[in-house]
């Protein structure tokens, strides 16, 4: 079955401890991407990845991390985790690198940070 | 720059009634895309419809209807007959194709369908 998948689905962890969510997909996209959903803001872009070993900011790339080592994988780091990333974080894909492609989401990870 | 207004911030119908979500974008590009995506109380983004800026035609698909208009920038979506499975936070977003490499999404609107 094709489909992205995201492990933690739920996180609580503690200010400054630093965390890995990591993000697969089977279907051999290119485009990787990170996104967080805020509540009345919708979901924002963290970072994007056009290939392997290639990454580059989105909106609100601020205390994040991401490597692109593997086609499939693009885990999102968060090295010092402070209360304002508690958010909703999906992870996404999309087959080529044209922008009418729809993007294919994980089920995303509830993260909190106490 | 990009932005995507959903004015509706939560809506409430009893089931069998038609609902009209609302979605009004903004770009310079006069090429780009818009989607609307669906989630549930489950959590994940399922896909409806993409529509491309040159095509303006309306799409129906079952009790899923979109409305198109450049001329307001509108992008509207319309549940015919609702039932309570459609009460899902419904999403538009929009992607520009000069090479933005991101969806701009809208603050979501809560739709409730009440039996």
């Known amino acids: 079955e094709a489909q992205v998948t995201q492990n933690p689905r739920y996180l609580i962890t503690v200010t400054g401890k630093k965390l890995t969510v990591t993000c697969s997909q089977n279907?051999?996209?290119?485009?990787m991407s990170w996104y967080r959903q805020d509540p009345g803001l919708g979901l924002r872009q963290i970072y994007y990845?056009?290939?392997?070993?290639?990454?580059d900011k989105g909106d609100v790339p601020e205390g994040y991390k991401v490597s692109r080592k593997e086609k499939r994988n693009f885990p999102l780091i968060l090295e010092s985790p402070s209360p304002n990333q508690t958010s909703l974080y999906f992870c996404?894909?999309?087959?080529?690198?044209?922008?009418?492609?729809?993007?294919?989401f994980g089920p995303g990870t509830r993260l909190t940070v106490l | 720059a990009q932005k995507v207004t959903q004015a509706q911030t939560e809506i409430s119908v009893v089931e069998k009634e038609d609902v009209t979500l609302d979605c009004v974008y903004e770009t310079r590009d006069t090429t780009y895309y818009l989607f609307w995506y669906k989630q549930p109380p489950s959590g994940e983004l399922v896909f409806l419809i993409r529509r491309n800026s040159f095509d303006e035609q309306n799409e129906i698909s079952g009790r899923y209807s979109w409305n198109f208009q450049k001329s307001t920038s509108s992008f509207n979506f319309t549940i015919t007959a609702s039932q309570v499975v459609d009460s899902a936070v419904y999403f538009c977003?929009?992607?520009?194709?000069?090479?933005?490499?991101?969806?701009?999404f809208g603050q979501g609107t809560r739709l409730t369908i009440n039996p």
């Open positions: 977003a929009l992607s520009e194709s000069q090479g933005a490499q991101k969806l701009v």
């Open positions: 996404a894909s999309r087959g080529g690198l044209a922008d009418y492609n729809e993007q294919f």
């Open positions: 990845s056009m290939n392997v070993e290639v990454t």
């Open positions: 279907m051999n996209h290119e485009y």
